[in-house]
Nanobody, 126 residues
Framework: QLQLVESGGGWVQPGGSLRLSCAAS??????VAWFRQAPGKEREGVAS????????NYRFSVRGRFTISRDSAENTVLLQMNDLKPDDSAVYYC?????????????????????WGQGTQVTVSS
């Protein structure tokens, strides 16, 4: 059973950067997505990456600021977040789905994902 472990969250001032990591043995064989959920809001897709980094997708509000990538040697998927804004504050989760899909459709449908990490808190405030 795949076990996803997120790390790298924390507090940062607006305009700052954080890098999140999602680790699991064999993760390079899966498409992976990052989601986030703020209090009182629905879980929303942030970015996704295909197997072997074949392609990526981003929600519109993070394009140009966030970058998803793989470190195959370390069995991790990274989310580099730059120019962070208070609206980016949320618990961030990584997830995989059995279909191996990474399209924008899947990024917009968290119910399609069957394996989730425990989440890591990101707080952006002054």
């Amino acid at each position: 059973q795949l076990q996803l472990v997120e790390s790298g969250g924390g507090w940062v001032q607006p305009g700052g950067s954080l890098r999140l990591s999602c680790a699991a043995s064999g993760l390079d064989h899966y498409a992976v997505a990052w989601f986030r959920q703020a209090p009182g809001k629905e879980r929303e897709g942030v970015a996704s990456i295909g197997k072997g980094g074949i392609g990526t997708n981003y929600r519109f509000s993070v394009r140009g600021r966030f970058t998803i990538s793989r470190d195959s040697a370390e069995n991790t998927v990274l989310l580099q977040m730059n120019d962070l804004k208070p609206d980016d504050s949320a618990v961030y989760y990584c997830a995989t789905n059995g279909a191996g899909a990474w399209s924008s459709y899947y990024l917009n449908h968290p119910e399609q994902y069957d394996t989730w990490g425990q989440g890591t808190q990101v707080t952006v405030s002054s």
